[in-house]
């Protein structure tokens, strides 16, 4: 049951076409894991906590530092030198004093990610590297919840969602292929853009609206302002997903 002050919060939504309050219910029973308080998980955190969405489930393992202010919104000028977690978790409260804000500053791996998910319903990929997105993956494909992924490089970002059994995954995309962990630039906008696409798909899976980014990779090209969609195809054999993987 939506309280009247969620009622009155959430008006503009709950009057959208096909939302109504049974969505809002929704939003407010929802739990979100969402991996990463840096670029992208800051919009994406905002964006779902002013939704309204019932728990949000944060795990960054670093600490606020001064480049990072040029695009993680979360993190202001006084924040410096704290936990990311514990100083987004400070400031999503100010948004919506209704969404919980469940911490952890863990660095995610293979051992900890089925714990860290914990009881989530879906699984957002705010990430800076690709080895956690592929544990981000697998764990999702393992535990069926779906997954947002997006990803930012300079003025360019991408973004995919999978519904583990039905659409292509990470690995289906990507096979596996390694990349060297560098330093890469970003302008602030670009993480801006890509997590609000993120946060828009979470909300329209919870809620059950519109069509989900599923084999459709999305990019992003600020410099040129233009997106593109290319088609990705779930592949029977590939090594998280697939049906006829070798087991
Ligand atoms: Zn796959």
Not at 188 to 214: D, H, M, N, R, W
Request: aromatic share 6%.
């Amino acid at each position: 049951m939506l309280t009247k002050e969620e009622q009155e919060r959430y008006t503009r939504q709950i009057i959208l076409h096909g939302f109504g309050k049974a969505g809002q219910e929704k939003l407010k029973k929802a739990k979100v894991f969402l991996a990463g308080a840096g670029g992208l998980g800051s919009p994406v955190a905002i964006y779902l906590a002013v939704a309204g969405i019932g728990t949000l489930r944060i795990t960054d393992h670093d600490k606020v530092e001064l480049s990072n202010l040029n695009r993680q919104i979360l993190q202001w000028q006084a924040d410096i030198g704290k936990n990311k977690v514990k100083s987004a978790a400070e400031k999503l409260h100010e948004f919506n004093p209704n969404t919980k804000i469940e911490t952890t500053s863990e660095t995610i791996d293979d051992k900890n990610v089925l714990k860290l998910v914990g009881d989530s319903d879906v699984i957002v990929d705010a990430m800076d590297n690709l080895p956690t997105r592929y544990i981000l993956n697998r764990a999702a494909v393992e535990k069926k919840l779906p997954l947002f992924h997006g990803a930012v490089y300079g003025f360019e970002g991408r973004a995919l969602t999978v519904l583990p059994g039905k659409s292509a995954c990470l690995n289906c995309l990507f096979h596996g292929i390694k990349m060297p962990a560098e330093k890469f630039p970003v302008i602030g906008v670009t993480p801006g853009i890509i997590g609000c696409i993120q946060a828009t798909e979470v909300i329209k899976c919870i809620t059950g609206q519109g069509e989900l980014l599923t084999n459709r990779l999305l990019t992003y090209d600020g410099l040129q302002m233009k997106f593109n969609e290319f088609r990705v195809n779930r592949d029977p054999y590939c090594e998280v997903c697939g049906d006829k993987r070798k087991r």
